[in-house]
């Protein structure tokens, strides 16, 4: 191949399927990556409810999430709310799990700092 087809290349190749299995570990290694920089406790907590036996925590944990952010306008709800049900959504449900690989592609691309492992010690 030439150079000019390399590097057009990796811009045909994104809107092309590509098997679950790589989908789902590049997914996976975001995940981790995000849940990586949130706080100890809330890094637990993360771990604990994304275990597959945890379902039924999960789901309906992650619709009361989404009700209140649509109640933004109530003290202590608010729009911050809706993200955070749509990760504990995503474990589940398709159309969730799409929202959430969708954020984690554009968070990659815009802001990888918030991806990398912090070399900081707060």
Not at 18 to 31: C, K
Not at 56 to 80: E, K, N, T, Y
């Amino acid at each position: 191949m030439t150079k000019e087809a390399d590097s057009i290349m990796p811009d045909q190749t994104q809107n092309l399927p590509v098997s679950q299995s790589q989908t789902g570990n590049s997914y996976e290694a975001q995940m981790q990556a995000l849940i990586r920089k949130l706080p100890e406790w809330m890094q637990k907590t993360l771990t604990w409810l994304r275990k597959p036996e945890r379902k039924w925590v999960r789901i309906p944990a992650g619709i009361l999430f989404m009700l209140g952010g649509c109640m933004a306008f109530l003290p202590v709800l608010g729009v911050w709310m809706i993200p955070v049900g749509i990760l504990l959504l995503s474990e589940d449900i398709p159309f969730f799990r799409r929202l959430m690989e969708k954020a984690l592609n554009w968070m990659q691309r815009k802001h990888p700092e918030w991806m990398e492992a912090s070399s900081d010690a707060k």
